[in-house]
C-alpha cells in the first residue's frame, strides 16, 4: 500500500533557506505534488514533479525527487514570513486520480 | 483566478443528526472529490465522482456518507447520522481531465459533531 511521511515541525531565520523533507512508499507513483494550507485557508499547489524527473525549479521552489530512496523535498529559498504554513507532500498513483497525504510539516518563521 | 468553493466554513451539529456539505467546484472540471482531516492527523481521501457516478471511494466512505451533483455546479457530501469521530475538516477538491490533472481545493468545511 501507499504511505507518505513528513517531519512534522521546521522553525527557520527569515532570509534562509527551508529544506521540507518527504517519503513514499509506493513504487508506481506518477506526480507528487507539494501543498500549503495557511491558517483556515484550503490546499494551495505549490509544485509538483513527474516522477521520471529529478529536480524542478519554479521561481524560489526547488523540488527534489530521488526515485530510489522514494524521497522528496522541497526547498524555500530566501523564506519569508508569509511562508509560515503547513506543507503537505501527496503522492497520486498511475492509473488513479486520487492523492495520498503526509500529515504535513509545520514551517514556522521567525523574523 | 477559478476556485472551489465550500459552505459552510464551520457546522456544529448534534451526534446522530444528518449533516450536507456543500462545494461548488472550478466550472469546466470535470473530477470532483472530498478529502478529510481529522485534528492532528493526515488529509484522507473519501471518495471521487466523476461523470455523475462515484468513481473511487476508500474504506472510510461507508454507507452513512453519500455524494450528489444535484445541478450543474454543486457537489454534495451527506452524512447520514453523524459520530464524534466524524468531526474533521472536510475539503472538497476538482480537476480537469487528461494525464496531469493537478486538483484544486476549496478551503474546506470544519465539521464538529457534539
Known amino acids: 500500500g501507499e504511505d507518505v511521511e513528513q517531519s512534522l515541525f521546521l522553525s527557520v531565520r527569515e532570509g534562509d533557506s527551508s529544506v521540507i523533507n518527504c517519503t513514499y512508499t509506493?513504487?508506481?507513483?506518477?506526480?507528487l505534488y507539494w501543498y500549503k494550507q495557511e491558517p483556515g485557508a484550503g490546499l494551495q499547489l505549490l509544485t509538483y514533479?513527474?516522477?521520471?524527473?529529478d529536480m524542478k525549479q519554479d521561481q524560489r521552489l526547488t523540488v527534489l525527487l530521488n526515485k530510489k530512496d522514494k524521497h522528496l523535498s522541497l526547498r524555500i529559498a530566501d523564506t519569508q514570513t508569509g511562508d509560515s504554513a503547513i506543507y503537505f507532500c501527496?503522492?497520486?498513483?498511475?492509473?488513479?486520480?486520487?492523492?495520498?497525504f503526509g500529515k504535513g510539516t509545520m514551517l514556522l518563521v521567525s523574523p | 483566478e477559478p476556485e472551489v468553493t465550500q459552505t459552510p466554513s464551520h457546522q456544529v451539529t448534534q451526534m446522530g443528526q444528518e449533516v450536507i456539505l456543500r462545494c461548488v467546484p472550478i466550472s469546466n472540471h470535470l473530477y470532483f472529490y472530498w478529502y478529510r482531516q481529522i485534528l492532528g492527523q493526515k488529509v484522507e481521501f473519501l471518495v471521487s465522482f466523476y461523470n455523475n457516478e462515484i468513481s473511487e471511494k476508500s474504506e472510510i466512505f461507508d454507507d452513512q456518507f453519500s455524494v450528489e451533483r444535484p445541478d450543474g455546479s454543486n457537489f454534495t457530501l451527506k452524512i447520514r447520522s453523524t459520530k464524534l469521530e466524524d468531526s474533521a475538516m472536510y475539503f472538497c477538491?476538482?480537476?480537469?481531465?487528461?494525464?496531469?490533472?493537478?486538483?484544486?481545493f476549496g478551503q474546506g468545511t470544519r465539521l464538529t459533531v457534539v
Open positions: 501527496a503522492e497520486r498513483r498511475w492509473g488513479y486520480s486520487t492523492l495520498t
Open positions: 477538491a476538482s480537476s480537469g481531465t487528461g494525464a496531469n490533472t493537478e486538483a484544486f
Open positions: 514533479i513527474f516522477s521520471n524527473m
Open positions: 509506493d513504487s508506481s507513483s506518477t506526480y
